[in-house]
Antibody, heavy 119, light 112 residues
Framework: EVQVVESGGDLEKPGGSLRLSCVVS????????MSWVRQAPGKGLEWVGR??????????DYAAPVKGRFTITRDDSYNTVYLQMNSLKTEDTAVYYC??????????WGQGTLVTVSS | DIVMTQTPLSSPVTLGQPASISCRSS???????????LSWLQQRPGQPPRLLIY???NRVSGVPDRFSGSGAGTDFTLRINRVEAEDVGVYYC??????????FGQGTRLEI
């Protein structure tokens, strides 16, 4: 069974940094694309970014609101994808979900981790 | 960016009765490879989203067959042919044909 587990969410001040982690099991992680999606309190879903597998170039794409501030990386030896978030803003407050991606479908989602940006 | 518009935003339903949700995209979702990457996700209260349907009409393994998807181009529909209590939640359409970014509809709240 595929399992996706996020961690690293916390309370951080505006301008600060956080790194989220997402561990995946039950799939061949090295061949799996991974996406991050966030959900602000009481709001809908917003795609944050995606990293392809190493064999597909390990390139990352980002949504405009986070481009230049957030970075997605992966470590296939640990079946883990990371979301490095810098220059945090209050509007980054959200539950951050990690999801496996299969041919542009977000197949399996984790339970999410809460990031709160507040002074 | 492609804008996804769902209607209605809220749908009161009766158990055992059908329900449908519409999703319209601001541009055609037919990708250069001939596929249309339109999916539907369900988010039950307090839960993460769950993929129900991908590429317009393909049900994910384990999803009840009372859920079906249809449509083409810019207009898509999710149908539930007999609503059950466990179907309560928010439903999102999502496009991945033109990216970045992937974009979601605003969500439709299904309530009994």
């Amino acid at each position: 069974e595929v399992q996706v587990v996020e961690s690293g969410g916390d309370l951080e001040k505006p301008g600060g940094s956080l790194r989220l982690s997402c561990v995946v099991s039950g799939v061949t992680f090295s061949n799996t694309w991974m996406s991050w999606v966030r959900q602000a309190p009481g709001k809908g879903l917003e795609w944050v970014g995606r990293i392809k597998s190493k064999r597909d170039g390990e390139t990352a794409d980002y949504a405009a609101p986070v481009k230049g501030r957030f970075t997605i990386t992966r470590d296939d030896s640990y079946n883990t994808v990371y979301l490095q978030m810098n220059s945090l803003k209050t509007e980054d407050t959200a539950v951050y979900y990690c999801a496996t991606e299969y041919y542009y479908d977000l197949r399996r989602w984790g339970q999410g981790t809460l990031v709160t940006v507040s002074s | 960016d492609i804008v996804m518009t769902q209607t209605p935003l809220s749908s009161p339903v009766t158990l055992g009765q059908p329900a449908s949700i519409s999703c319209r995209s601001s541009q055609s979702l037919v990708r250069s490879d001939g596929n249309t990457y339109l999916s539907w996700l369900q988010q039950r209260p307090g839960q993460p989203p769950r993929l129900l349907i991908y590429k317009i009409s393909n049900r994910v393994s384990g999803v009840p067959d009372r859920f079906s998807g249809s449509g083409a181009g810019t207009d898509f529909t999710l149908r539930i042919n007999r609503v059950e209590a466990e179907d309560v939640g928010v439903y999102y359409c999502m496009q991945a044909s033109q990216f970045p970014p992937y974009t979601f509809g605003q969500g439709t709240r299904l309530e009994i």
